[in-house]
């Protein structure tokens, strides 16, 4: 299998149709293919080989859906840039994985001082915003009108797609090696699982860099449906263009849904028109999906639980258990089955399956398993070559599956909090503080506690014109659930930190408590 023969099967069906909505810019998939061959064909020329890693560092956009099918087109492999990275961890990126040619757009072009004074790759700059192109770089449209159109090279397989960072929020990034069968299969699936349909046109509002946003890529290509971008995620310009555009497809994350309900303005506009919204990188409270179903009541919520290293389906959560019966039936609260084609376990430190009900570590088999970390064998040894799990991806992730396989997330191994000799799930302290009616999001952390080695804290963002203290919130938890996991402090601040992909940096929450202390936890 491979990526692009998606764009030939869509060009043969419909080649008038519209394929990319960009502002005011419209391309069908005559065009698109017709510009894809044209930066493959400069790529080429600027000697980029098979496999080649080309970079791109860009908020969304009509060139950004370019560059996912001209890379592999040119037998290249993508690496995407997370956008919220520092000029040195993008750096780091960029020469970890020797990526010669970087595409970049307007936005960020105040950063390339620094970052070209940091990386040692780079020779390249291709530049693909709508400003004037500065001196010394490419210009992405020059480049394009004097390229000739050059074959699809067709690569695919296990041939590498793209190097895929991680996101950092457990330590410092890995390069993921996702091969075309790997991203291939994954839309395949989300295809099968119900979450677009033929000629769908679907909205790119989280940013593209992420695996996630990727995967809304391969299943629209996968249909043959329409790419609508918008530069950034703002709750308004969601909300503006689900109405303008008629939009029946989206993926956001929890902290996006949140902002777009909580819109003042949202039931205004008319979302009659989306029909899917998937949602995934972290746990959603029911609260939220209360509001958001309340909003959008003729819209199929579809949770996916994945991670980069597994193309990113893992588990599945059908739009079924979303609805006010289905959320009596408590599986809400879970991750959902596994996907098709996808298997898990729930094992022990040994290795070992767990009995149904049981806590332990998520293990998964699927074809959309990564080819490895790049340049990091013993990371990739630690993750898939363990004895007796051969091929099977550890997750990090503490779990328990019941009897009917749905997966219900307990927290990271690492992120589990020791107080008093109990262990306590930061998820499930979560999901009870996020019931209080003041409450838009929060997270749950551990820090140092000279009587009970750790103590349960919650660091908590309070809805527009809302009030409650700290003792309101302890109060209400205990209503929910047992003493020992009530938070023993409560943190109000104004928003939380994420990262790119919408998951909350638990890291810097911990900072200021663990800075000083022996045991640090990252």
Known sequence: MNITQALHRAVARQPNEVATICGGRRHTFSQFQDRVSRLAGALLGLDVGPGDRVGILSQNSDRYVEYFMGVPWAGAAVNPVNTRWSPAEIAYSLDDCDTKILLIDDAFLPLLPDLLGRSTSLRTLIHVGDGPTPEGMLSYEVLLSGASPVPDARRGGADLAGVFYTGGTTGFPKGVMLSHDSLCQNSLFAVAEGMASAGAVGLHAAPLFHIAAITVLGFLWTVGGTHVTLPTFTPLGVLETIERERIDTTVLVPTMIQMMVDHPDAASFDLSSLETMVYGASPINEALVERAVALMPTTNFIQIYGMTEMAPIMTILAGVFHTHEGRELGKIRSAGQPGIGIDVRIVDPEGHELPRGKVG?????????????????????????????????????????????FVFLVDRVKDMIVSGGENVYSVEVEQAVAKHPAVAACAVIGVPDDAWGERVHAVVVLRSGAEASDEDIRTHCKTLIGGYKCPRSVEFIAALPVNGAGKVLKTKLREPYWATRERKIA
Do not use: C, F, Q
């Open 361 to 405: 570590e998520i293990i998964v088999l699927s074809p959309g398993v990564m080819l490895g970390y790049w340049n990091k064998p013993e990371e990739t040894a630690k993750a898939l070559a363990r004895p007796g799990s051969e091929g099977w991806m550890h997750t990090g992730d503490a779990g328990r599956m019941d009897a009917e396989g």
